[in-house]
Each structure stands twice: as C-alpha cells, then as structure tokens.
C-alpha cells in the first residue's frame, strides 16, 4: 500500500511538474515573436518625492500583451526569458523604449527621470555600457536623469566583474539603484565598493511598517545610514498616507506605491502627471 501510494504521489508531482515545464516551454517559445510583434509595452509607476511634494519620474515596468492569454506580468515570463537568454532581446528594447519616452517628456520637464530594470543577465552581457552610452547620445539624456535598477543579488553573483561594470556606468553618469533592498545578502561592504546612487527599499518592510517595531527599526535604519552615506532612498510599495507619514517623518524622501498611482500607460501617466498639478507640466 505504502509504495503504491509513493507511487502515485510521484505521478502526481510528474504531472504537475511536466504542465508546468509544458507551460515554461510554450511561453518562452511565444516569447521569440513577442518583439517583432510588438506585444510589449512599457508601463510607468510615478516616483514621489515627499520632500518637494511633486512626482519626480517613473519606473518603467514591462507588460505583455501575449495574443492568446492577455495581459501579463514580469512575473509571468522574465525568469523563464533570463534562462533562456532571451532577456538580453527583451532588455534592450525595454531601455530603447524608456529612453526614447524620457526624451518626449524631458520636452515639458528637463528634470524627469526614468528608472529601468536591468537583469542579471543582461548586466554581465558585456554591451550595456555600450547600449546605454548611445542611448544617452541619441536621445541627448542628461545620464543622471536616467536610473540602472539593479537587485543585490545580481550583483553579489561575480562582485568584481559586477564592480568594474557599476564603476564604468557611474562614470558615464548614470544613476545605480539597488532595488528590493534588504531582501539579499544585504553585505554593507558593496554599498563602499560599488558607486551605488540609491537604494529601493523593498515593500515587505513597508506593507507591516504602521504594525511591526522590528520594520520600523529596519526602516529607520535604512534611512540613517543612506543620509549618511549620501545615498537616495527611495520606499516601494507604499500603499497607505500612514506609511507615508512614517516615511516623510523618518527622512525618507521618495516614495512609490499604490497610494500614488499603480504603473500606468504612457497617456495615463502624462495624464496623472498633468492633474497631479505639476511644476511643468507634460501637455500633448
Ligand atoms: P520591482 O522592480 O521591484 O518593481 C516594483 C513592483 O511592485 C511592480 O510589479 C509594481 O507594479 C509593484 N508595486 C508597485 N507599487 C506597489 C504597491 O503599492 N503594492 C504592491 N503590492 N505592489 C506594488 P511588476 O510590474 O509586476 O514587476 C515585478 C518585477 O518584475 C519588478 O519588480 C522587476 O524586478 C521585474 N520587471 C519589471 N519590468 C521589468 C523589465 O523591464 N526588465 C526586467 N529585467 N525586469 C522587470
Ligand atoms: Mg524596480
Ligand atoms: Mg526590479
Ligand atoms: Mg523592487
């Protein structure tokens, strides 16, 4: 009994295992036409500044427009494109589109910038020095305007190479943000050896902040050793004026989240931008 039952229960893990495999393959299959077809499209959450009360840019964050299951979410395929390379393909147009979109918009507001994802993958690939230097010329971005984000767990994979690549981006000027901070390795020692411009504190520590001490201690941590530091800091996933509150109060001086606005389509967040009751306002 006991081995039929084991029995079953692999063929069950199988099954389940093998749709999901199926699943992955049909994606990342999908995925090669994705471009060409031009399914993605960019996405853009506003990034608040507490301090200044105004929106100071967006994160741009990809969405997929897959022909047959709607829309769907980073969530849903950038893992399954990072380990079948396709990544590079895709990151490449995500920083095209981003940069050519802050290039409309710095026409009404010289001072928006943009925060892109970039993935491990695409990090060491060894051309995004290149990528970005003739985006930066093409699209004539002042380079502080544009924002590399980038997890800590990315970066610990090969710290040297990873610190030879954040040093040459620094000196092209461009912006280094460490995003979901305090989920990785969390090593103090990077935040010295790599010319990190910002730090993303991850929405875990914010969704309990108003509830949890230890949040509140980790947070306010946060926040003291980037004021020290010189480092930006800026609070992600929040999603309620309590959180705010706690974050204006503490020094926090960017915030994002669903209090605000959830990523928008590019005439929405022009849009949002325009009765948000911009300094320079963005008009089409
Ligand atoms: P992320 O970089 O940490 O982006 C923030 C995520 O949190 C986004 O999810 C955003 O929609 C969500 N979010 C923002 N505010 C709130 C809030 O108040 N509450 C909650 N619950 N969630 C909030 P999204 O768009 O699904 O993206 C998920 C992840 O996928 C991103 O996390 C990012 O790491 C990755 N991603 C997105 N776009 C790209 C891209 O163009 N390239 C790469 N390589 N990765 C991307
Ligand atoms: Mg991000
Ligand atoms: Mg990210
Ligand atoms: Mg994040």
Known sequence: YAKKKKGTAIQVFNSTLLSAFKEDAQIERDLHSAIRGRQFELYYQPLRDLEQQTYIGAEALIRWHHPKKGVLYPGAFIDIAEQSGMINAIGSWVLEAACRQLNIWQHHNADLSMHVNVSARQFFSGNLYEQVWQLLTRYRLKPKTLILEITETEL?????????LCQELAELGVGLAIDD?????????????????????DRSFISDLTISRESQEIVSAIIAMANALNISLTAEGVETAEQEAFLAKSLCHQAQGFLYSPALREPEFAQFLLTAKQPNLIAH
């Open 156 to 164: 610990m994979g090969d710290i040297r190479h990873a610190t030879l």
């Open 181 to 201: 901070f305090g989920t990785g390795y969390s090593s103090m020692r990077y935040l010295k050896q790599f010319p990190i411009s910002k730090l993303k504190i």
